[in-house]
């Protein structure tokens, strides 16, 4: 009798943890930027994907804000929480702190938004499950994930006509 398999719980958040390593360096000694971005995109990713049950694929990143360096050998967290969600895209806010082993002091060290959309078998934008933002926290951060995405397409020229 093969075992029954339960379906997986649809859950709107998702902590990354890991230690910053020599390789993820830049030129001052601190983690290089891409990587951070690199991490962010993952967590978001497992975030969306989870989420809609879908593969995925970003969309648009905003107000990527840097606010201070991950020094090597800290412990990283990168949390990712679904705050949006339209007909066939997920707004993920990320936040990604570092902690000192040694002294356990953790601080914010980069924030944004990015957005993913779900995708069909033929790489198709697919309907996503609805979601509705329910404390306050939820709704201010769902509300800027909406102004971010206004001035995105205020600030991004159309394309050239063909």
């Given amino acids: 009798m093969a075992p029954s398999v339960k379906p997986a719980r649809r859950e709107r958040e998702i902590t990354l943890r890991f230690v910053a390593e020599p390789m993820d360096l830049n030129m001052y000694g601190n983690v290089h930027g891409g990587s951070v971005m690199k991490w962010i995109d993952q967590a978001g990713y497992a975030c969306a994907a989870g ?3 879908r593969p995925c694929v970003t969309v648009y990143v905003g107000g990527i804000r ?3 360096p991950i020094p090597v050998g800290r412990l990283v967290e990168v949390h990712a929480r679904l705050v949006h ?3 066939t895209s997920m707004h993920v806010a990320i936040d ?3 902690r000192d ?3 356990r002091r953790c601080e914010a060290t980069t924030h944004c938004v990015i957005v993913f959309v779900a995708l069909d078998e033929a790489g198709r934008p697919v309907a996503v499950p609805a979601w509705k933002p ?3 926290r939820d709704r201010a951060l769902s509300r800027h994930a909406a102004r971010l995405m206004e001035f995105g397409r ?5 394309p050239p006509a063909r």
């Fill in 51 to 53: 989420w809609s049950g």
């Fill in 66 to 68: 840097f606010v201070r």
């Fill in 85 to 87: 969600v339209g007909r």
């Fill in 96 to 98: 990604v702190s570092s």
């Fill in 101 to 103: 082993l040694q002294t």
């Fill in 134 to 136: 329910k404390t306050a």
């Fill in 154 to 158: 205020k600030s991004v020229p159309p």
